[in-house]
């Protein structure tokens, strides 16, 4: 299974309502999780399961979807939430999506 | 407090071997399944191998297949990646993970905690 995420680059304000998107190349069964990559560190679990937040994650993070299309959703952005953010599918094969950074305006 | 740390990374030439090692502290290592993961520069992420909790059962991605070998020593909480015939394409930062389910053959197929990496570079 391919993944696509959209948009690459995103940059928002603090506070601001963000969405990602994850598109998937075939059913995913809801067996996406979400990483967050801060420069220079190890990926960190966010969300697994499409959406059970990960234990210590602050729950302006969120997700969704079914299918084939999958969606973080950060409610209030803060600024340590730079970050590039991956989708990751563990139905059929093991696939990251390329990422999407996320940059404050 | 999970920690894991790698080690083991550097320069190698191509068609050479390099042994990568992960120390586990902070959690009973023998109770669960392991990862590598790794990270080409300014790419993304590429799952390379899982191993069971006792070591029972191995997965790989079918690049490295028949040439990196996944394995575990319990006693020690140390995970192990042994790499032979390098190729340039194998050039990453490579991370140590840990599959969230506890005790079983079962494994989960996500990655709860990371290390921080130790960096590949296959180059003549």
């Known amino acids: 299974i391919q993944l696509t995420q959209s948009p690459s680059l995103l940059s928002a304000s603090v506070g601001d309502r963000v969405t990602l998107s994850c598109k998937g190349s075939?059913?995913?069964?809801?067996?996406l999780a979400w990483y967050q990559q801060k420069l220079g560190e190890a990926p960190k679990l966010l969300i697994y399961?499409?959406?059970s937040l990960q234990t210590g994650i602050p729950s302006r993070f969120s997700g969704s979807g079914s299918g084939t299309d999958y969606t973080l959703t950060i409610s209030s952005l803060q600024p340590e939430d730079v970050a590039t953010y991956f989708c990751?599918?563990?139905?059929?094969?093991?696939?990251f999506g390329s990422g999407t950074k996320l940059e404050i305006k | 407090e999970v920690q894991l740390v790698e080690s083991g990374g550097g320069l190698v030439q191509p068609g050479r071997s390099m042994k990568l090692s992960c120390a586990a502290s902070?959690?009973?290592?023998?109770?669960?399944?392991m990862a590598w993961v790794r990270q080409a520069p300014t790419k993304g992420l590429e799952w390379v191998a899982t191993?069971?909790?006792?070591?029972?059962?191995?997965y790989y991605r079918d690049s490295v297949k028949g040439r990196f070998t996944i394995s575990r020593d319990n006693a020690k909480s140390t995970l192990y990646l042994q790499m032979n015939s390098l190729r340039s394409e194998d050039t990453a930062t490579y991370y140590c993970?840990?599959?969230?389910?506890?005790?079983?053959?079962?494994?989960?197929?996500?990655?709860?905690?990371w290390g921080p990496g130790t960096m590949v570079t296959v180059s003549s």
């Open positions: 993970t840990r599959d969230p389910a506890a005790g079983s053959l079962l494994l989960v197929w996500y990655f709860d905690f």
């Open positions: 902070g959690f009973t290592f023998s109770n669960y399944g």
């Open positions: 191993i069971s909790y006792d070591g029972s059962s191995t």
């Open positions: 075939q059913n995913i069964n809801n067996y």
């Open positions: 399961n499409t959406n």
């Open positions: 990751y599918q563990y139905n059929n094969g093991l696939t």
